[in-house]
């Protein structure tokens, strides 16, 4: 993102060109962007069995998706660093992945309330699943007996910027029950099933380093009852600076805490494993940008409304979880500052995208940038209202291609 002639240009491109060519609204998403974020997440872990499995609910664009597949085996100098894989939670999202031209062996997965056809499915398919609760093991443990597992387990541990999501915890409809390990052992011991992996995903948005290490030390902890592992998989959660005053991870640091970590059970565990990361917010959020176009101002004796020609529909985020995402006016990005009320055009009070935001005054019919709309955003997104989605742009050096055609009625 850069700012000339007093304009945002975004992969070398002005907004208010990207709209005029590919309509609005409109999410861009920088790719070198994307691909910063995942050469920086490769390079913090130097133990060097480590693999990223891209967490595509974040954004399911299959062009993302496959820019990931290509990255992964060029991102980190060491041989055994292969291509990323790919994390679902559907079978939905393992037929975007296949189509993407993922192999089933570079997809893992993991959700709760599985139907019957489903876990047929992912046993078909041979996809490396963590079971999330003690019925849903005995479910692969009848249906495939013998084979092999992992547990997602829940420490107790739990983390995220807002409450909707985290997903460790008492309270947690997620995983196995730390309590409730030595009945997994059991029921897995009944069907002859093979306990290769543990994972643990604790929560979203998270900044703060020390939970998320003391979480990890939790699942090692719990690790050498468990002597037939694989791999160690530590989810995802890794979160992004949405607010001004918000701090990144120091990467760096997390990375080589997380190695030597990781090195000192390798070598009390006795063998090597493989140690697995599932991120998605981190990789996508800040690559993306919702463009839209402001339709209209609209000033009551309290406030002044810019209404958008999108909204809760395209970016929900707001309206679920009160999340703050910056807000430009890409076609004037410096002048006289007002306080304003970002709205869609939804009819619903929770539309907005921004609520007493001090943003340059717009008028209607310039461009507004919504910034870190690149996880959760379209993913997220409806035809509430009946609103068509937008289309989906990659723009890099000066050049813009769709990766996602608009909508129609
Ligand atoms: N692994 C599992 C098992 C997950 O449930 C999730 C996210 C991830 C990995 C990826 O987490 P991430 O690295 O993106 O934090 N809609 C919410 C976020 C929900 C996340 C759900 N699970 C939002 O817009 O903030």
Aim: proline share 4%; charged share 25%.
């Amino acid at each position: 993102m850069t700012i000339r002639h007093n304009k945002l240009y975004l992969g070398g491109i002005s907004a208010e060109t990207l709209v005029r060519k590919f309509g609005s609204p409109l999410y861009v998403y920088e790719e070198n962007a994307l691909r910063a974020q995942y050469r920086k997440l490769a390079r913090s872990i130097t133990y060097p069995y480590t693999r990223i499995f891209y967490a595509c609910k974040a954004n399911t664009n299959p062009e993302i998706m496959k820019l990931f597949g290509h990255l992964g085996a060029r991102a980190t100098p060491k041989a055994s660093a292969r291509r990323a894989g790919i994390e679902a939670v559907s079978v939905g999202e393992v037929k975007i992945a296949r189509r993407a031209g993922f192999p089933v062996k570079d997809i893992i997965f993991t959700c709760d309330n599985l139907t019957p056809e489903e876990i047929k499915y992912l046993i078909r398919h041979k996809i490396a699943v963590s079971a999330d609760s003690l019925g849903q093991l005995e479910k692969f443990g009848r249906l495939n007996p013998g084979g092999k597992i992992s547990l997602r387990v829940n420490q107790g541990i739990g983390a995220g910027m807002h409450s909707h999501i985290i997903t460790g915890g008492r309270d947690s409809k997620f995983g196995i029950y730390k309590t409730q390990l030595d009945e997994a052992r059991r029921l897995a011991a009944r069907y002859r099933l093979r306990i290769t992996g543990l994972m643990q995903h604790i929560g979203s948005g998270v900044l703060d380093e020390k939970i998320y290490l003391r979480a990890m030390h939790a699942l090692l902890t719990v690790a050498h009852k468990f002597p037939d592992l694989e791999f160690i998989n530590l989810g995802g959660g890794i979160g992004i600076p949405y607010r001004p005053e918000h701090k990144p991870l120091d990467l760096k640091s997390t990375g080589a805490k997380i190695s030597e970590e990781f090195r000192g059970f390798i070598k009390a565990y006795g063998r090597e494993l493989k140690l697995y990361l599932e991120p998605g917010r981190f990789l996508v959020a800040e690559s993306g940008i919702l463009l839209a176009t402001v339709a209209e101002i609209k000033k009551t004796p309290a406030h002044t409304f810019v209404g958008l020609n999108t909204g809760m529909q395209h970016l929900i985020r707001p309206a679920i979880y009160g999340a703050y995402h910056e807000i430009v006016n890409a076609s004037r990005m410096r002048g006289p500052k007002k306080k304003v009320e970002v709205v869609g055009n939804i009819c619903e009070s929770s539309d907005f995208l921004a609520r007493g935001r001090e943003i340059t005054l717009p008028r209607e019919g310039e461009i507004l940038a919504t910034l870190n709309a690149g996880a959760y955003g379209y993913s997220m997104s409806s035809n509430y209202n009946s609103h068509p989605r937008p289309a989906e742009v990659m723009a890099r050096a000066g050049r813009a291609r769709i990766i996602r055609k608009r909508e129609r009625i």
